[in-house]
């Protein structure tokens, strides 16, 4: 598959030529880190995509878990979509401030509930701007809208899932990590959590399936990278990255190579490494 699929991810010539439709719902997506020193919901506000409603990662989230930005239950998620006026038989497009990072994991999270018209929109605001196309900076006119959700249950894998299938090798573990993570030779950004991975899993750093300009490699190219990498793509995987935010994007680029039977550990390594009950491999 190649080109765009609004199912997984839109180029910026085809969201510029759907601008205008009226069942379509532009997300912007924006994360990041704490040591980005940048606020998405700042830089939302004073320039966006037309339309463009802001979808906040931690605050749209299950806040009854200690873990960062995990997951929201049905209801929340079913009453913030009302709210902003995304719901049944609408295009949603997501997309993010840096390319494409965050913008996956929203994805994600609407493929959780159920919902598949929607995609990323590929190397985001940052190709969006360099292609001189029009931002706005005021708000959209927000309409109530009924959505409906199913929860897709085997789409996400919690701590004790993923122990088993470190422990039966029936999965392939994939971690978007940077490889200097992964080997544990660097610090984790989040403040006492152990260096390393967890054992059998694979290394494919996110950034390794993307070009220079935020894009996504096209199908072909993505599944050599993860072969490259050792991962058996005949087995079914969990994606894992530091809180599940990166984890996605390799979750993406198995669904655009047409594979389907991936899910995602939600609380990736803010979990893992805070446990010393859980075995950590380095190296």
Same mark, same amino acid.
């Given at each position: 598959?190649?080109?765009? *699929? #609004?199912? %997984? ?13 009226? *069942? !379509?719902?532009?997300?912007?997506? /924006? ?33 009854? /878990? ?17 709210? &902003? ?14 390319? !494409? ?25 940052? @190709?969006?701007?360099?292609?001189? +196309? ?8 927000? +309409? ?12 996400? @894998?919690?701590? %004790? ?15 978007? +990590?940077?490889?200097? +993570? ?8 989040? #403040? ?23 894009? &996504? ?6 599944? @050599? ?8 793509? /005949?087995?079914?995987?969990? %994606? ?33 490494? &805070? ?9």
């Amino acid at each position: 598959m190649s080109g765009d *699929d #609004p199912k %997984t991810l839109v180029s910026t010539e085809w969201l510029g030529n759907h601008l205008k439709d009226p *069942d !379509l719902r532009i997300l912007d997506a /924006s994360w990041y880190l704490p040591d980005a020193g940048r606020d998405a919901k700042a830089e939302y506000d004073a320039a966006h995509i037309p339309g463009a409603r802001f979808f906040d990662i931690d605050e749209i989230s299950d806040q009854r /878990s200690d873990l960062p930005h995990m997951a929201p239950p049905p209801e929340k998620f079913i009453s913030r979509m009302r709210a &902003m006026g995304v719901g049944d038989g609408h295009q949603v497009v997501i997309y993010d401030g840096a390319g !494409l990072f965050s913008a996956a994991r929203v994805w994600w999270t609407f493929r959780l509930m159920g919902k598949t018209d929607v995609a990323v929109l590929d190397g985001g605001l940052p @190709k969006w701007l360099a292609e001189e +196309r029009s931002t706005e900076d005021m708000p959209p006119v927000l +309409r109530d809208r009924h959505i409906t959700v199913s929860r897709q249950a085997n789409l996400v @894998k919690d701590v %004790t899932q993923v122990a088993a299938a470190a422990k039966l090798g029936d999965y392939e573990i994939i971690d978007a +990590r940077s490889a200097p +993570r992964f080997r544990g030779e660097e610090a984790e950004p989040r #403040p006492g959590l152990r260096a390393g991975h967890i054992p059998n899993s694979r290394n494919v750093p996110f950034r390794a399936l993307l070009n220079a300009d935020g894009t &996504m490699l096209p199908p072909d190219a993505l599944a @050599k990278v993860f072969a490259d990498s050792g991962v058996d793509l /005949s087995k079914p995987a969990i %994606t894992t990255c530091g809180s599940g935010v990166t984890a996605a994007i390799l979750s993406l680029a198995m669904e655009r190579m047409g594979k389907r039977d991936h899910a995602l550990y939600d609380g990736s390594w803010a979990e893992w490494g &805070m446990y010393g009950d859980l075995k950590v491999a380095t190296g």
